[in-house]
């Protein structure tokens, strides 16, 4: 089993940037197709991109391609979400995921999740 923790998140105005890491402990994050989820307010939890493990990324949409970037490390066991160009409508809580052979929108595991608020 696998623990995840975010940080990173805060207040930003629209245009600004922003870096979202995910912290894993109780297993390596090798072993795991690592993702990004969002949830605003009264909306549901959308799936924003994802990294496999064995490479390659995968967008929820195409509105992301471009300004949010997901890398990982294996060595520190952490999960990252570069954030650029961000608008009001990117504000939601943040949630890291992890998976092994479910679909992207049904993860195994889940952070806590972290607040990215964008002002105009």
């Known amino acids: 089993q696998v623990q995840l923790v975010e940080s990173g998140g805060g207040l930003v105005q629209a245009g600004g940037s922003l870096r979202l890491s995910c912290a894993a402990s109780?297993?390596?994050?090798?072993?795991?197709?690592m993702g990004w989820f969002r949830q605003a307010p009264g909306a549901e939890r959308e799936f924003v991109v994802g990294t496999r493990r064995s490479g390659g990324v995968v967008y929820g949409a195409d509105s992301e391609k471009g300004r949010f970037t997901i890398s990982r490390d294996n060595a520190k066991n952490t999960v990252y979400l570069q954030m650029n160009n961000l608008k009001p409508e990117d504000t939601a809580v943040y949630y890291c995921?992890?998976?092994?052979?479910?679909?992207?929108?049904?993860?195994?595991?889940w952070g806590q999740g972290t607040q990215v608020t964008v002002s105009s």
């Open positions: 995921t992890a998976k092994t052979y479910s679909s992207w929108s049904s993860p195994d595991y």
């Open positions: 109780g297993r390596t994050i090798s072993s795991y197709d």
